[in-house]
């Protein structure tokens, strides 16, 4: 027997023997789908996905895990489209499979698949700057003192204010927000971060600003500026949001000839490109992961990404 119930709230926990249903149901047909079911035995079984999402909100940064292609319904979570529009917070990661996937936004030129991307460099004037006052531990604003170069509104949010030196050195925050700043009028601005300070700073503590690693990515240069933080698997539009391989299988660009079950590791001399481990390795810095199938100089080699 079919019973329909409107919303309820249950003051206490709601208890069943055997399980717990989410369905739909089709509007012509009338019949049932299930969505997801809470088993038995207390397992979680979808069967479109699932996406946890955590929101963000005072003294919490964002963070979402996606599991399976499309599985959101918040949004469309293939990995192997974009958007022009973001979609989900940056860094999300989505499982599908054997291969997993960060979501990103492409710098401002277009990126063109089956290449390795890094993040984008600091910048000079927003490093080694002093702390405007002292900052006791357990606050999440912070006063800095820049040494040139003006902020744009939000810059830096859901990237990083981290102390390189001097009291407080070894801390690393999530920022949240700062306002648009105007370095000739007041050297100084107030970071906001998500986190909050375990040790004060001082007048004589040296911060730093990092943008989110997967903020206007670009093309992994021959001449290494940063790390790598994926690969691109489709042709990516310039200033557009989409996913970036981290691991698994990846189609990648080849310089040179690649040796099977070898490590790949980051070329330094083609740009977004990776080349075989050699004597040269302490140069060439990042392995992207093994070789699973040889292609030729120039050609696309199966590797088996693990970035993270």
Known sequence: ?????????????????????????????????????FDSSGRMIT????????????GYGPADLIIGKGGSSAATADPFSESSTQLFPLGTKLIYNDREFVYGECGGTAITAGKLVQHVTEVAHHT???????????ETA???????T???????????LFVN???????????????????SADPSVVITC???????????????????????????????TGACVGATTVDMTADYFGWFQTKGPAALLTDGTLTLTSP???????????EVLDSDADAEGQIIGQVMCVSADTEYSLIWMNIH
């Open 1 to 37: 027997m079919e019973t329909n119930m409107a919303n309820s709230t249950f003051s206490g926990t709601v208890r069943s023997e055997s399980g717990l249903k989410v369905v739909s149901k089709n509007s012509t047909t009338g019949a049932y789908t299930d969505k997801m079911t």
């Open 47 to 58: 069967t479109t996905g699932s996406h946890l999402k955590y929101t963000a909100a005072t």
């Open 128 to 138: 080694d700057m002093t702390a405007t006052a002292a900052v006791d531990a357990g």
């Open 142 to 148: 912070i006063s800095v003192e820049t040494n040139g």
């Open 150 to 160: 003006d902020l744009t509104l939000n810059q830096y949010a859901e990237g990083y």
């Open 165 to 183: 030196d001097v009291n407080g050195e070894g801390q690393c925050l999530r920022v949240k927000s700062h306002p648009a700043h105007d370095h």
């Open 194 to 224: 998500y986190d909050d300070l375990k040790t004060a700073l001082t007048t004589s503590s040296q911060l730093t600003l990092m943008p989110n690693a997967y903020r206007n990515l670009i093309v992994a240069p021959a001449t290494h």
């Open 264 to 274: 790949a590791v980051r070329s330094d001399g083609t740009a977004g490109a990776v």
